[in-house]
């Protein structure tokens, strides 16, 4: 069975200092994974995938984050945070190896950016 | 990239009342929707799928008598939470997939006075 595990449920930072957001996974299949940013009141927005190419994804807004098979992780980074970028963050998994299927979500890990 | 609708983005309604909430495909066909119910605080959680031209298959615990599920056509899924009380107050959300990913649409913020 799949599941995903967000380790920080509410993560602060200033502006200008780095962004890590952690993920573990747990997979059956070969996974595909997502990170989706939600704006308050807003949908979700893709912020990148990972379906077995590139282990390094770049996706947008300045966000990457690096498949790591051996540690069950897909960690969300940026090199600098914006005040904009405070939002909640979920990690998700395929239900089902490749882009189709059902997505588990993650519980979500709440970005907050200081001044 | 692929564009979600989702329609109502807010509505409040009377306790006894149904809501019909819309989620459309605007430059993709979409054989399969999903609609996720978000609780304050929480994670999305998956109520159920919806399935063009069949029935929906439901998420254990979800009602399907109250929570009303219609895909007619390739772009357009619809949720009705009929009968609606105030513990039906939530977020809900769709999503529709093409090859690439799933996108969703804005969500439906739903209060039930």
């Known amino acids: 069975a799949q599941s995903v595990t967000q380790l920080d449920s509410h993560v602060s930072v200033s502006e200008g200092t780095p962004v890590l957001l952690r993920c573990n996974y747990s997979?059956?299949?070969?996974?595909?994974l997502f990170w989706y940013v939600q704006h308050p009141n807003k949908g979700l927005q893709l912020l990148l995938k990972?379906?077995?190419?590139?282990?390094l994804v770049k996706g947008i807004n300045g966000f990457e984050a690096e498949f790591k098979k051996s540690e069950t992780s897909f960690h969300l980074t940026k090199p600098s945070a914006h005040m904009s970028d405070a939002a909640e963050y979920f990690c998700?998994?395929?239900?089902?190896?490749?882009?189709?299927?059902?997505?588990?979500f993650g519980k979500g890990t709440k970005l907050s950016v200081k001044p | 990239g692929a564009v979600v609708s989702q329609h109502p983005s807010r509505v409040i309604c009377k306790s006894g009342t149904s809501v019909k909430i819309e989620c459309r495909s605007l430059d993709f066909q979409a054989t399969t929707m999903f609609w996720y119910r978000q609780f304050p605080k929480q994670s999305l959680m998956l109520m159920a799928t919806s399935n063009e031209g069949s029935k929906a298959t439901y998420e254990q615990g979800v009602e399907k008598d109250k929570f009303l599920i219609n895909h007619a056509s390739l772009t357009l899924s619809t949720l009705t939470v009929t009968s609606a009380h105030p513990e039906d107050s939530s977020f809900y959300i769709c999503?529709?997939?093409?090859?690439?990913?799933?996108?969703f649409g804005q969500g439906t913020r739903l209060t039930v006075v």
């Open positions: 998700v998994v395929s239900a089902i190896g490749g882009s189709q299927g059902n997505l588990i």
């Open positions: 997979s059956s299949y070969s996974p595909s």
């Open positions: 999503s529709a997939r093409d090859l690439r990913a799933a996108f």
């Open positions: 990972y379906t077995s190419a590139a282990t």
